[in-house]
């Protein structure tokens, strides 16, 4: 069993009440608590706000057998743990509202002291969002960030699953407990995640996700990181709200642009009319930090280069590609293939554009 002082015993053993409120464990954690005085501060902290009935369940389990127990059975499970009162409890959760008492992870809590930069969007967000989360992902753990994000569909599984998939790190927050990943399919995205990354979540394992937690956990994923970039979110996105805790902890805030009509965008285009940082490519914010990263050369064909030429205004219907170039559809459908592999060009539905502006003619 992985070794603990006896006030962060206390800590664990105090935190794994789920029902007992935040206010009220701070207040105890805050007297000079060991295991001969639990009793004590429990009634003093406690028998007032809960009741006779579930004091009475904290005072039978107010015992260092217990707390041993509950410790042994989160390592059994590949649980590990953080307290406020440790050594190695990450410094940029320090100063946020309501700091975590415990943090329950799997991975790496190390990553929590290196680049960390949060990408953050919808569940329910178009494809092309996707695909720009996707690029960004890609380009930003290129100059050494590690991105950090929730576990829901939509932009977090993608940026996730794009940063296992080139080999990157990344950091996953969950609402719930680990025993009880919402939603469920991304269980197995949370273990992959675990082994090359890290999973943290601020509640003990059997804690069931509620609706209220979500936005609760957004502070934490604003807390650990240097920037926040939203690229996606309606107008009352659950999204919105890590960028109202970056804002409100000073960091940097980014938001992608969407046009006018797209619900899915009309959060971002409000938080850059409140000081938001637009951005439209990744190297907006790798120049903000002042990174550098060397585009490999890419080598295209003749009619590649047309294409690339004809797109460098903007998006276009694969029609408009065809009557453009004077080609059939079975003639370009092959090369725009080809330029996607190549990743210089993302495709919604049957518009195709560039994920790059800086290539040559």
């Known amino acids: ?120 969007g919808s569940r329910k967000s178009l494809p092309l969002s996707l695909n720009v989360a ?81 936005p609760v956990r957004n502070r934490i994923i604003a807390g650990v990181s240097k920037g926040v970039l939203v690229v996606s979110g309606a107008m009352r996105s659950g999204t919105l709200y890590t960028a109202e805790y970056a804002v409100d902890f000073g960091k940097d805030l980014f938001a992608v642009p969407y046009s006018i009509g797209v619900p899915s965008g009309a959060g971002c285009n409000d938080l850059i009319k409140k000081g938001a940082i637009l951005t439209d490519s990744p190297k907006d914010i790798i120049d903000f930090y002042g990174l550098t990263v060397e585009k490999p050369t890419v080598n295209l064909s003749a009619d590649e280069k047309l294409i690339v030429q004809l797109l460098k205004d903007g998006g276009l219907h694969i029609e408009k590609i065809c009557t453009a170039l004077k080609k059939k559809v079975f003639e370009i459908t092959p090369l725009l293939s080809v330029l996607e592999i190549k990743g210089l060009v993302i495709k919604s539905g049957n518009v195709y554009g560039l994920t790059r502006n800086d290539l040559e003619d």
């Open 1 to 120: 069993m992985e070794k603990f002082t006896q006030a962060e015993k206390c800590v664990i053993w105090l935190d794994s009440f789920i029902g007992l409120e935040y206010k009220y464990k701070r207040q105890f954690i805050e007297e000079n608590i060991d295991e001969q005085n639990l009793l004590e501060l429990a009634q003093k902290y406690i028998l007032s706000h809960v009741g006779e009935k579930e004091y009475r369940t904290v005072k039978n389990c107010a015992n260092a057998e217990y707390i041993n127990f509950l410790i042994e059975s989160y390592e059994k499970k590949g649980i590990k743990l953080t307290t406020c009162l440790s050594k190695d409890y990450p410094e940029n959760l320090k100063d946020i509202n309501c700091p975590p008492l415990v943090i329950y992870y799997k991975g790496d809590l190390s990553l929590l002291c290196g680049q960390t930069f949060a990408i953050v």
């Open 134 to 214: 996707e690029r960004y992902t890609q380009e930003l753990i290129s100059v050494g960030f590690t991105p950090v994000t929730g576990i829901a569909e939509g932009v977090d599984g993608k940026v996730l699953a794009t940063a296992l998939d080139c080999g990157g790190k990344c950091v996953s927050v969950v609402a719930g407990g680990f025993n009880n990943v919402y939603p469920k399919h991304h269980a197995e995205l949370v273990e992959r995640v675990a082994e090359r990354g890290l999973v943290i979540s601020e509640n003990p394992p059997d804690t069931v996700p509620k609706p209220y937690l979500f």
